[in-house]
């Protein structure tokens, strides 16, 4: 008996897909933006591929109907390329004007890039802060008061 409370998971060639997308398509009909400028390293690509096939698909590949190229994801569909048989779920970028040009999109883009690099430039200097504060806090304890000093400076103090 079916339970009506109970989902049918979707898959791409096997691996479960958990997350919401416009289709399920064969890898090699997703466009990279030939102007991408963000690179992954080997190892990172490896490891997203190893989550993908362990948990399934999180996150769909993001594709511009405009232009038809990758908006978000190309780490993703580098990682996919290491899934035998290689298909991949997107989600089309739904434009609200259509009189979206090739250079607006790029600008939008940028604009995306530069906010994520701005707030991983922040969550690397409050780590560092953080790091700086915890050594000051021991050399504290430690009753090294030239150290403590010299780490709160360090953290901006």
Same mark, same amino acid.
Request: aromatic share 4%.
């Given at each position: 008996? $079916? *339970?009506p409370d109970q989902?049918?998971?979707?898959t791409?060639d096997?691996?479960p897909?958990?997350?919401?997308?416009?289709? &399920?398509?064969p890898l090699d009909?997703l466009?990279?933006?030939?102007? $991408?400028?963000?690179q992954?390293p080997a190892?990172q690509?490896?490891?997203?591929a190893?989550?993908?096939?362990h948990?399934?698909w999180?996150y769909?590949?993001?594709i511009? $109907?405009?232009?038809?190229? &990758?908006v978000?994801?190309? /780490?993703?569909r580098?990682?996919?390329e290491? &899934?035998?048989?290689?298909?991949?779920?997107y989600?089309?970028q739904r434009?609200w004007w259509? *009189?979206?040009?090739d250079?607006e999109e790029?600008?939008?883009?940028a604009?995306?890039?530069?906010?994520?690099e701005?707030? /991983?430039q922040?969550?690397? *200097?409050?780590?560092?802060?953080s790091?700086?504060? +915890?050594?000051?806090? /021991?050399?504290d304890?430690?009753?090294?008061d030239?150290? +403590?000093d010299?780490?709160r400076? +360090?953290?901006g103090?």
């Open positions: 008996m $079916n *339970d989902q049918q998971i979707p791409a096997g691996v897909v958990h997350c919401a997308h416009t289709a &399920i398509v009909t466009r990279p933006y030939p102007r $991408n400028a963000k992954h190892d690509i490896a490891a997203l190893k989550l993908i096939r948990h399934g999180r769909p590949i993001t511009s $109907n405009q232009s038809g190229y &990758i978000r994801g190309h /780490a993703r580098e990682a996919a290491r &899934i035998i048989p290689p298909a991949t779920p989600r089309s434009w259509t *009189d979206i040009r250079e790029r600008a939008r883009a604009a995306e890039r530069e906010a994520r701005e707030q /991983a922040r969550e690397q *200097d409050a780590a560092e802060r790091h700086w504060l +915890a050594r000051a806090a /021991a050399a304890a430690a009753g090294d030239e150290e +403590a010299i780490c400076a +360090a953290a103090e």
